[in-house]
């Protein structure tokens, strides 16, 4: 029996992303780690499934299904055997595209919504900075206004999509003062003049998704193109993060839940001193406590996600969904290495990848710290 | 137009077929069901056809159990209009022959001008239904189909069939039979706008009576073969490890892979 947020139509379209995963993605995870990237081709098989907008309204070409549906994409993913290629996904669906549908005019709706949930524009978030990572405030990316347009100057980093995004959503500051009163969102298109991709990062993990770092010099964006209210984009972002954080939170567990299972298949056929390894208490014990960390991190995410398909956006407790389902995945997935020894350190197993994968988690959408800083505010302290 | 697909609800593929000693059957316990991937080929070109043709009714015709409601869930959810369960306790036993006999019975007076079904269901392999359907309707049936064209104006089909060695193209006259192989198309997977729709669209079940088939026409005592026994095979694991010096090995290998192996 599935969980109660979940209704049989959940569970179908669950099937069907499932088969999507096992069919167009897990067959290529390999070649595509070793590539660093996957093919665009992807975005738009995924946009021909109505994959890339579940949640999306019909008029602009979405499919019109809850917020549930969003989670049981990004647990979904997680059997891609790449976490890169869910976080690529992610990025486009639940990062870059929200606030399009909730700030963007009509006209920005169809020139980027549309064609992004078709999977024939893929989109990037570009929020961090050399100077501004946890804190966001501190962003120094310039737009000045000059007539129908602004100039922007400065440049991001870290940025997933950023290689090959047709568009970004790129925070800027438009006001000098160094807080958050003086932020602005701009879609900016890729072939902008001024507008480069400095460099291609190198991961420890997520190597099927790529992460750039972006230029902007004297890069004229028209007007049109700024997302939502001008000096109000700190809040905009805000916003956005909460549903980054928790989806980020179910892919999570997911992938924690991955681990486990790995590490119980394993543990189980392995054989040391005349018996299974999983069969020594000290061993036994731990994958119950990981099972047990992980069912309550997921029933945390499921709770929280029936608040937000019910109209709230409770941010303390998507903080803690977020802080406490990374963690624990990513203590699951070390637990699970460990118990693979050697064979999980060499690259050709899978829980090495899922190890360096879950890891990232921890970082992105907003550091452990940061999550806890979060809390620690709404507890009033 | 209106097309008829034939489905079967089937163990998946990754499945580890469990038969309990001296049954009959595959254990059921655990065991999770799909669409036979080859009356997928079928839905997916009846789906093709309406997208070509624009007005085509589709029907999605399964017989089995109750659960096998999830496979013609599933053809609604991809845009079958409607669709009919044939399921009766009395079919339990049922050979192919009894399957084609009821399912024809089901058919029948439908008015369908393409019945499309997989070229056999990827449980039992019998590769049969399609044909026998279309015996007891007196319908014409081309079987293996990679390709096809529907003239709606001339109430025909040219549909291609790939053979061994050779590929063959053929005009029938409608209503007619086909069945799909690979290669016909590459089937789409449910959408959600599908899976929400497929709620409110009916799916009707049909009895033996309802029917009009008789009780000795039913089940293990119409069928027309007898399973005997059934059984999994034990795999045996038939290594042979050569021991020597490499090149005395390696032509020994080499003999081995082209005359027992056969892959040289």
Same mark, same amino acid.
Request: glycine share 8%; charged share 25%.
């Given at each position: 029996m599935g969980h109660y947020i979940f209704s049989d139509e959940h569970e179908q379209?669950?099937?069907?992303?499932?088969?999507?995963?096992?069919?167009?993605?897990?067959?290529?995870?390999?070649?595509?780690?070793a590539a660093g990237g996957f093919p665009d081709e992807v975005f738009r098989k995924l946009g021909a499934q109505g994959f890339l907008g579940l949640r999306y309204p019909e008029e602009y070409g979405g499919q019109g299904g809850d917020y549930y549906t969003a989670i049981v994409l990004a647990e979904e993913l997680v059997g891609a055997k790449a976490g890169g290629v869910g976080t690529a996904v992610e990025v486009h669906t639940e990062m870059a595209t929200p606030p399009i549908l909730k700030f963007g005019t009509d006209d920005q709706k169809q020139r980027f919504l549309v064609p992004a949930i078709k999977g024939e524009k893929i989109s990037a978030l570009a929020i961090t900075e050399p100077e501004a990572g946890s804190d966001v405030a501190a962003i120094r990316t310039m737009a000045v206004r000059d007539g129908d347009e602004?100039?922007?100057?400065?440049?991001?980093?870290?940025?997933?999509?950023g290689c090959r995004a047709d568009f970004a959503v790129v925070v800027t500051r438009t006001a000098k003062e160094e807080h958050w009163a003086g932020l602005t969102l701009f879609i900016v298109e890729k072939g902008t003049p001024g507008f480069t991709v400095a460099k291609k990062l190198e991961k420890v993990g997520l190597h099927s998704s790529d992460t750039a770092e972006l230029v902007f010099e004297d890069c004229h964006v028209p007007a049109a193109n700024?997302?939502?209210?001008?000096?109000?984009?700190?809040?905009?972002?805000?916003?956005?993060?909460?549903?980054?954080?928790?989806?980020?939170?179910?892919?999570?567990?997911?992938?924690?839940?991955?681990?486990?299972?790995l590490a119980i298949e394993y543990g189980t056929q392995r054989r040391q001193f005349g018996r299974s390894?999983?069969?020594?208490?000290?061993?036994r014990h731990r994958l119950a406590e990981?099972?047990?960390?992980?069912?309550?991190?997921?029933?945390?995410?499921?709770?929280?996600?029936?608040?937000?398909?019910?109209?709230?956006?409770?941010?303390?407790?998507?903080?803690?969904?977020?802080?406490?389902?990374?963690?624990?995945?990513?203590?699951?997935?070390?637990?699970?290495?460990q118990l693979h020894g050697g064979s999980g350190y060499m690259m050709e197993s899978e829980i090495q990848r899922l190890w360096r994968d879950t890891r990232a988690s921890r970082i992105a959408a907003g550091t452990d710290e940061i999550m806890l800083e979060v809390i620690a505010k709404e507890l009033g302290l | 137009m209106k097309v008829a697909v034939l489905v079967k609800h089937v163990p998946d593929t990754e499945t580890r077929i469990q038969v309990k000693p001296g049954d009959k059957k595959i254990n059921e316990e655990g065991v999770t069901y799909i669409i036979s991937p080859f009356d997928e080929f079928a839905m997916e070109e009846a789906l093709l056809l309406r997208e070509r043709l624009g007005d085509v009714q589709i029907t999605a015709v399964a017989l089995g159990p109750q659960k096998a409601t999830e496979a013609l869930r599933t053809c609604l959810a991809l845009g079958a209009d409607d669709a009919i369960l044939v399921s009766d306790p009395a079919f339990e036993g049922a050979d192919a022959y009894v399957t084609a006999k009821a399912l024809?019975? *089901? +058919?029948? @007076?439908?008015?369908y001008d393409l019945i499309l079904a997989g070229k056999q269901a990827v449980d039992d392999d019998a590769a049969y239904v399609g044909t026998a359907v279309a015996e007891f309707l007196d319908l014409p049936v081309i079987n293996l189909v990679t390709k096809l064209e529907v003239n709606k104006a001339a109430g025909t089909a040219v549909a291609a069939r790939d053979l061994d060695g050779y590929s063959q193209v053929i005009e029938v006259k409608l209503p007619a039979v086909f069945t799909a192989q690979k290669g016909l198309n590459n089937p789409r997977?449910? *959408? +959600?706008? @599908?899976?929400?729709?497929?709620?409110?669209?009916?799916i009707r079940t049909l009895n033996a009576q309802a029917l009009g088939l008789a009780p000795n026409e039913l089940g293990a005592e119409g069928a027309k073969v007898e399973v005997k026994e059934m059984f999994v095979p034990s795999k045996a694991r038939k290594n042979k490890v050569l021991t020597g010096a490499p090149a005395e090995t390696a032509p020994e290998l080499v003999k081995l892979l082209a005359e027992e192996a056969k892959v040289l």
């Open positions: 379209l669950r099937k069907s992303v499932r088969r999507f995963v096992e069919r167009e993605l897990a067959p290529y995870a390999d070649q595509w780690e602004y100039v922007l100057n400065g440049s991001k980093r870290f940025i997933t999509n700024l997302l939502g209210q001008e000096n109000q984009g700190f809040y905009h972002i805000m916003w956005e993060l909460q549903g980054e954080r928790l989806i980020g939170a179910a892919g999570a567990v997911a992938a924690g839940q991955r681990a486990l299972d390894v999983a069969k020594f208490q000290a061993n990981h099972a047990t960390a992980l069912e309550a991190a997921r029933q945390m995410v499921y709770a929280t996600a029936w608040r937000v398909q019910n109209g709230e956006y409770p941010v303390k407790e998507i903080s803690m969904a977020k802080v406490f389902s990374t963690r624990v995945a990513f203590e699951a997935a070390d637990f699970a290495l | 024809a019975a *089901a +058919l029948k @007076g439908g008015n997977l449910p *959408a +959600l706008m @599908g899976i929400m729709k497929a709620k409110k669209k009916e």
